[in-house]
């Protein structure tokens, strides 16, 4: 257990040192992929206020409050950019390609290695702007920390977190069956730009939909809402069961497509 | 026999194939192309619900009604797909693989290739587009009820066609950018959402306020998506459709004159080592 736990670190550390000097490479790239975070938190910035111009809130959420919505939002699009999305994205093209046999052959969990093994450092802005986002936005709405609000909401942002990385798993591990989603990479992308707003904008039909099947809501609004409103204990322990029935399902789902693996390449 | 006119045929046959080629791949790839344009859809779903919260809490969003701004959501996310034609990516792709010499050493223009090829998907995100919309705003159950003129309907499909040729001219110069760098994926990325916020894909771009309206209104970006939706909603006089058109031509003058002045200066540059 303690070498397995040793040989994970190692491998993580030679991706990570991987990743880092493929970023400083091309240090131009660097900083426009930086400006573009700049550039896109100011557009919504300016969205925000031209929307909500005339009136102070909607429905139940003022200016600051969908801040922090769009900040928890947007850490978890960093992270997810930064850590897995580059490695899962690889693996669809692997499996097209039959370069994923080398992968198999590794002596390592193919679940670990395909989502680590693309780190990218310049997506830590899009980390970096969700802070701010969310901070300001805490500042603005002169909401009161406690310790559970900020253990909750890092509890539902958690599971937002891991809904985030089973969806984009599982539909990079629907290339072993067919390619005709693989050009169609966006998708995910623009799915999750509907967590950017807080879910109650819906009808109630979808906002439970967005909550409790398909939850999107852990993604931004559940978050803030442990943030401003207080913690929300039944909301934690739900999204922590939906945790771990994502994480098994995707997991199962995964084996049990190998398991139906050509390796003819395509 | 009238040698020059075939001649023109036969240019005309060369880039036509382009454009058919164009739509045999993207067929090919049906279920993608469906999924792209509806992904453009899924974040403006969003805000659709968002204008329908503010109006049903009372409030407003400039002199639009709620009707105007469902239309102009949908209407913002077909224009931005149908005639952004984003050729840069392509471009660039030529250029870092070395692809563009098989181009160079053809007897054609590779601005006028690329052209017809990007040309080919308008029909597919047409049709993709108005289903899709006509769908949306359905689900939506707005009572949609807009007055419909002539000379906006005219104007609205004149200027959305002018924009495909303005947006193609612009991509290309973006595309162009890859002579010059190796990595090119941050300035792109800078610069689509630059010109999406600009184009007024997210909300009509008169909701700015003071200077900084007015220097987007006069820039070329508005051109693609705003202006010809607002024609469509009526929302213009005729000097309007004067002054607008002259920006047309203005900025299509200006932008062409730059997409030949920098493509001289890149086949300079150009090395054709493939990355």
Known sequence: ?????????????????????????????????????LVQSVGEVILLNVVLNQIDSVMGWGVYEILIVMGFAKIIEGIAWMV???????????????????????????????SIENFAFEETSGVIAGIVFVVVGVVGSETVLSVENVLGAILALSVGMVFHYVFRLVYSTVAIFTTALERATVLDVKFFELGRYPVQIFPRIVSKFLTYVIPIAFVGTIPAEMIVWGLDLKMVITGLVIEIVLLVGARSFLKWALRKYEGVGK | MNTSFDGRICVMRKYLL????????YFEYRVNMLVIVLSGFVPFFATLFLWRAIYDAGGSVGNYT???????????????????????????????KGNLSNYLIKPMNY????????????PIRIIGSLVLGALFLLVLGEEISINLRVD???????????????????????????????????????????????SGTFFPLDLLGGLFKNIVLALPFQLGV????????????????LKLSGLYVFWTFVVFLLVGFVWKKAQNHYESVGI
């Open chain 2, 18 to 25: 382009f454009f058919k080629l164009s739509i045999q791949e």
């Open chain 2, 152 to 198: 906006g309907v005219i104007f609205f499909l004149l200027f959305s066609l002018l924009s495909v040729f303005l947006n193609y001219a612009l991509s290309f110069l973006y595309g162009c950018i890859a002579f010059w760098l190796k990595e090119i994926l941050g300035v792109y990325v800078s610069i689509w959402f630059t010109v999406k916020f600009l």
């Open chain 2, 226 to 241: 705003y202006v010809p939706i607002i024609a469509l909603l009526g929302k213009y006089e005729m000097v309007d459709y």
């Open chain 1, 84 to 114: 897995y999305r580059g490695g899962l994205m690889d693996f669809s093209e692997n499996i097209r390609t039959g370069d994923i046999d080398n992968i198999l052959l590794k002596p390592l969990d193919l679940q670990f290695l395909i």
């Open chain 1, 1 to 37: 257990m303690i070498d397995t736990v040793g040989k994970v670190f190692r491998i993580t550390k030679v991706f990570l040192g991987y990743s880092l000097q493929k970023a400083m490479a091309y240090r131009v790239n660097f900083f426009f992929l930086y400006l573009a975070v």
């Open chain 2, 111 to 122: 601005f006028w290739a690329r052209f017809f090829r990007r040309l080919g998907l308008i």
């Open chain 2, 66 to 96: 709620l009707a105007d701004l469902a239309v102009y959501t949908v209407l913002s996310v077909s224009l931005r797909l149908i005639t952004s034609m984003e050729a840069h990516f392509s471009v660039a792709d030529d250029v870092r």
